[in-house]
């Protein structure tokens, strides 16, 4: 009487190997939709954080009846935005890392300062939000209200 071999368990090395080919093509197509995906969560937390913070300059200059409540941060990447009344510091907060901060026109930073009524002392301005190497970007538009407002797509500069 011939003994019957036990029942094969396990994968064959062809079904390992047309598995992990498998996996690798879709990882392929995969790849650049999750990196723009991530790139535009992260520009939008950045416009969001943002957003806040020049709600709160201009709240805070309501609030203490202040001709002299200013938000300032410097373009360039992760650059770090500061809200600021007279010269007490109000709020500072730190920017996201690879996020590049970018004023409309030149200087080195973006100030808006806000009076007692929650209106900009100067010009309206816009400030674009983008990630290097990306398609990626929002621009803040803040007007002469005080008021700001964030859109999708690059800055139009006069």
């Given at each position: 009487?011939?003994?019957?071999?036990?029942?094969?368990?396990?994968?064959?090395?062809?079904?390992?190997?047309?598995?992990?080919?498998?996996?690798?093509?879709?990882?392929?197509?995969?790849?650049?939709?999750?990196?723009?995906?991530?790139?535009?969560?992260?520009?939008r937390s950045g416009?969001?954080?943002?957003?806040?913070?020049?709600?709160?300059?201009?709240?805070?200059?309501?609030?203490?009846?202040?001709?002299?409540?200013?938000?300032?941060?410097?373009?360039?990447t992760g650059s770090?935005?500061?809200?600021?009344?007279?010269?007490?510091?109000?709020?500072?907060?730190?920017?996201?890392s690879n996020v590049?901060?970018?004023?409309?026109?030149?200087?080195?930073?973006?100030?808006?300062?806000?009076?007692?009524?929650?209106?900009?002392?100067?010009?309206?301005?816009?400030?674009?939000?983008?990630?290097?190497?990306?398609?990626?970007?929002?621009?803040?538009?803040?007007?002469?209200?005080?008021?700001?407002?964030?859109?999708?797509?690059?800055?139009?500069?006069?």
């Amino acid at each position: 009487m011939k003994a019957s071999s036990p029942p094969s368990r396990g994968f064959t090395l062809i079904e390992l190997l047309v598995t992990i080919v498998v996996v690798a093509i879709f990882s392929a197509i995969a790849g650049p939709a999750f990196r723009e995906m991530i790139a535009n969560q992260r520009v939008r937390s950045g416009t969001s954080a943002l957003n806040e913070s020049l709600w709160l300059a201009r709240s805070e200059a309501v609030k203490r009846n202040a001709d002299d409540v200013s938000f300032t941060v410097a373009n360039g990447t992760g650059s770090t935005w500061t809200v600021v009344a007279g010269v007490t510091p109000l709020h500072a907060q730190q920017g996201l890392s690879n996020v590049l901060w970018q004023k409309c026109g030149t200087g080195a930073s973006t100030v808006y300062t806000f009076n007692r009524y929650g209106r900009l002392t100067g010009g309206a301005g816009l400030m674009q939000v983008s990630i290097a190497d990306t398609n990626v970007h929002r621009c803040v538009t803040v007007s002469v209200s005080g008021r700001a407002t964030v859109a999708e797509g690059e800055c139009v500069c006069p």
